[in-house]
């Protein structure tokens, strides 16, 4: 039993100094990268037949059809955007992007996304699904990707996001810069 016992303090000890040094991991690199472009254009109770987004709830009081003064706090928009592979909103879409977005802070410009892109074209088939916090004011700002389907079946990854562009409060385009760490 005396033999055990420096034995096993050995063991402990190395194991303690084995956690107390650094992780020196090499850094990840994408197996896969991405860039597209969505185009939203909100509901203001004249464009039916343009827009792509609308107010599906507001703080009392507050029009559905007008985003709530104070941050746009408490609104709810639904979307079904156009995806392009350019800048340009009459260029060739590749898809869809669908989902929602809260503004959920009182004193600044934050929402929170989720979405799916929805790619039907000669070059992409499938979904690739996003969600997290968009502080919109930063000038990039990281969501994840959470899961695809079809060519991106059980991709993962990480999603930079750009304000591309925007025109008030009734267009916006975002770029997305799609880095997947996993891929399958």
């Known amino acids: 039993m005396g033999s055990k016992l ?8 190395l194991f303690a100094l084995s956690s107390a ?6 850094p990840y690199k994408p197996c896969k990268n991405l860039v597209f472009y969505f185009h939203d254009i909100l509901y203001n109770g004249k464009n ?6 609308a107010i599906v709830a507001a703080p009392e009081g507050v029009s559905l059809t007008k985003l709530a003064p104070q941050s746009h706090f408490g609104n709810i928009i639904v ?8 800048h340009s909103l009459s260029s060739k879409q590749v ?4 989902g929602f977005y809260i503004y959920d802070t009182k004193n600044t410009y934050t929402s929170w996304l989720s979405f799916t892109f929805v790619l039907n ?21 990281d969501i994840s990707v959470t899961g695809g389907t079809g060519d991106f079946f059980m991709h993962r990854g990480i999603a930079t996001i750009t304000t591309d562009a925007f025109e008030g409060e009734a267009y916006f385009r975002l770029g997305v810069y799609i880095k997947f760490f996993e891929c399958w």
């Open 6 to 13: 420096p034995l096993l303090f050995v063991f402990v000890m």
């Open 121 to 141: 074209s000669t070059h992409h088939q499938g979904t690739i699904t996003f969600a997290g916090a968009d502080p919109i004011v930063a000038k990039t700002r």
């Open 79 to 86: 979307f079904d955007d156009p995806i392009t592979l350019s």
């Open 95 to 98: 898809g869809r992007a669908q």
């Open 48 to 53: 039916a037949a343009n827009a792509t987004s």
């Open 21 to 26: 040094i650094p992780n020196k991991r090499k």
